[in-house]
């Protein structure tokens, strides 16, 4: 029942805690801003005290994030998935999409990164989705030329990665948001391998290319 609280609590922290910017910036400029935040909640025991409220279950895993650098940055891949196949995929068996108003579909949209990590983690654990769900960062930004839904693979050296996702709303505002992904089934040496560990999960049409 904690686990259950725990994960609620975090999805409204993930909602509430989006700070914005005026000025517009690089999407990569962006995503290391995301990684730094993160981070920093990591690397807080005060933050992680406050919400595991000493739930000593977290314990190893917590301590193997703690010790990764998040400076170190092995590679950074562009993702490009089909949004259609996206949806298709994180709502089969939960009911029809195109029964839902225009609002809720868009919502649903938004969310499509952070749904897909939720969905990587479950598969590795209870745990693992807890986690990454706490440690999640948001900032919003000006950048009109965002035009639809952008997602960034940054990988570290400890093994661990991280999708950051950019979602356009109205104005050119767009909202950066980041989640540690957790799953070690998952291999993302190579952009093939970032392509094929995508497709066991069932995206069948994925592009990854390498930025750095």
Same mark, same amino acid.
């Given at each position: 029942? &904690?686990? =259950?609280?725990l994960i #609620? *609590? @975090? #999805?409204?922290l993930?909602? /509430?805690?989006?700070?914005c910017?005026?000025a517009s !910036?690089?999407?990569? +400029?962006?995503? +290391?801003?995301?990684?730094?935040l993160v981070s920093?909640?990591v690397?807080?025991?005060e933050y992680?005290?406050?919400?595991f409220?000493?739930?000593? @279950?977290y314990d190893?895993?917590? /301590?193997?994030? &703690?010790?990764t650098?998040?400076? !170190?940055i092995t590679a950074?891949?562009?993702?490009?998935?089909?949004?259609d196949?996206?949806i298709?995929?994180?709502a089969?068996?939960?009911?029809?999409?195109d &029964?839902?108003p225009?609002?809720?579909k868009d919502?649903? =949209?938004q969310?499509l990164?952070?749904?897909?990590?939720?969905?990587?983690?479950?598969? @590795?654990?209870?745990?693992?989705?807890? %986690?990454?769900?706490v440690?999640?960062? /948001?900032?919003?930004?000006v950048? !009109?030329?965002? &035009?639809?839904?952008?997602?960034?693979l940054?990988?570290f050296?400890?093994?661990?990665?991280m999708?950051?996702?950019?979602?356009?709303h109205?104005d050119?505002?767009? *909202? @950066?948001?980041?989640?540690?992904?957790?799953?070690?089934?998952? !291999?993302?040496?190579?952009a093939?391998?970032?392509e094929?560990s995508?497709m066991?999960?069932?995206?069948k049409? %994925?592009n990854?290319?390498? #930025?750095?």
């Open positions: 029942m &904690k686990k =259950v609280i #609620l *609590t @975090a #999805l409204i993930c909602i /509430s805690m989006v700070s910017d005026g !910036k690089s999407v990569l +400029d962006k995503g +290391d801003e995301i990684v730094s920093e909640m690397k807080s025991d992680a005290n406050i919400m409220n000493n739930i000593s @279950a190893e895993l917590l /301590s193997e994030i &703690k010790a650098d998040f400076s !170190k950074i891949y562009e993702i490009e998935i089909s949004q196949e996206l298709e995929l994180l089969s068996n939960n009911g029809e999409i &029964k839902l225009k609002s809720l919502r649903l =949209v969310g990164g952070s749904s897909l990590v939720s969905r990587i983690n479950s598969q @590795a654990g209870t745990d693992e989705l807890v %986690i990454s769900s440690f999640n960062a /948001s900032k919003c930004f950048d !009109k030329s965002i &035009k639809g839904n952008q997602y960034l940054y990988v050296e400890s093994g661990y990665s999708l950051i996702s950019f979602t356009p109205e050119g505002a767009v *909202t @950066a948001s980041g989640s540690l992904i957790l799953n070690d089934t998952l !291999k993302f040496d190579t093939d391998e970032v094929s995508f066991v999960l069932g995206i049409t %994925i990854a290319t390498k #930025l750095k």
